[in-house]
């Protein structure tokens, strides 16, 4: 059964950090890369972080040099390390495969305080 599990958020204050957790399961997680979402109130959901297979990364331009995203194929997880953190980037934080699949997890909640 394939299932993204999500975790690690939290509420944090403004600058402060969290790593979130994207665990995956029901398919061969080295062969595919995975982008990390975030649904924020009255906005759609966007991406903002991905990495491929082989490693390589990109970030969206608001994150970029504050968030990191890596993997570890031995645990059929994805990592977001978020440094730096703002007001903005609360949100609930969603992982999916790429290419994309419709069994979305439940999220994980990042609230950052001023």
């Known amino acids: 059964q394939v299932q993204f599990v999500e975790s690690g958020g939290g509420l944090v204050h403004s600058g402060g950090s969290l790593r979130l957790s994207c665990t995956t399961s029901?398919?061969?997680?080295?062969?595919?890369?995975y982008i990390w979402y975030r649904q924020s109130p009255g906005r759609e959901r966007e991406w903002v972080a991905l990495?491929?297979?082989?490693?390589?990364?990109h970030y969206h331009v608001s994150v970029e040099g504050r968030f990191t995203i890596s993997r570890d194929n031995t645990k059929n997880t994805a990592y977001l390390q978020m440094d730096g953190l703002k007001l903005e980037d609360t949100g609930l934080y969603y992982c999916?495969?790429?290419?994309?699949?419709?069994?979305w997890g439940q999220g994980t909640q990042v609230t950052v305080s001023s």
């Open positions: 999916n495969r790429i290419p994309e699949l419709p069994n």
């Open positions: 990495i491929r297979p082989g490693g390589t990364t």
């Open positions: 029901g398919f061969i997680f080295g062969d595919f890369g």
